[in-house]
């Protein structure tokens, strides 16, 4: 401790500066020139990329085509361009079968479901009730032009397929003007 005496008679006491450590080191340089040095050059900081699971190869195999689409009221999916592709045109008759919740449908003179005049491929209302698919529910639709088949899969079956957890599901999709 020092004692110095100030203006006027009165004493400071001051004690020395003692350099004191931080207790939590930092995480940047002070200065970019810091941790090099003199003629060095200058250190970057990179952070290797975050891992990610191999998807297997990039090019596509098989002739499959893909649509997401919602059911509508009316029990109708919106899939002309889908249904094109398979052949299927307005009025053609398709059957559809549920099997463990997947929609399958092939092409069938004495089908149970037609394709309407707008490409529409009406689900029966039996049908949408094994699938538990209510009026705004999204399909994942799978053309094999191919086989030619189409299999609807309802996000409730492909949560289940992709081993997400029932909590985890995302919410319902807000409508269209109150996306921010």
């Not at 509508?72 to 592709?85: P, Q, V």
């Not at 094994?130 to 030619?148: I, T």
């Amino acid at each position: 401790m020092v004692a110095l005496l100030g203006a006027a008679g009165v004493v400071v006491m001051s004690t020395p500066l003692i350099p004191v450590t931080p207790l939590i080191p930092a995480v940047v340089p002070a200065s970019p020139a810091a941790g090099r040095r003199a003629g060095s050059a200058p250190v970057t900081l990179r952070r290797p990329p975050l891992p990610l699971p191999h998807a297997g190869p990039c090019a596509r195999i098989g002739a499959s085509r893909y649509a997401l689409t919602a059911v509508d009221k009316s029990g109708r999916l919106a899939a002309r361009t889908i249904l094109s592709e398979l052949g299927w045109p307005a009025g053609a008759r398709l059957e559809v079968r549920e099997h463990s919740g997947l929609i399958a449908v092939i092409a069938a003179a004495d089908g149970n479901c037609v394709v309407d005049a707008r490409g529409h491929l009406v689900l029966p209302l039996a049908m949408r009730r094994r699938c538990r698919l209510a009026a705004g529910q999204r399909v994942l639709l799978v053309a094999d032009r191919q086989a030619a088949t189409l299999t609807g899969y309802p996000l409730q079956v492909l949560d289940r397929l992709l081993g997400a957890p029932a909590h985890a599901s995302a919410p319902v999709d807000p409508p269209m003007g109150d996306r921010s």
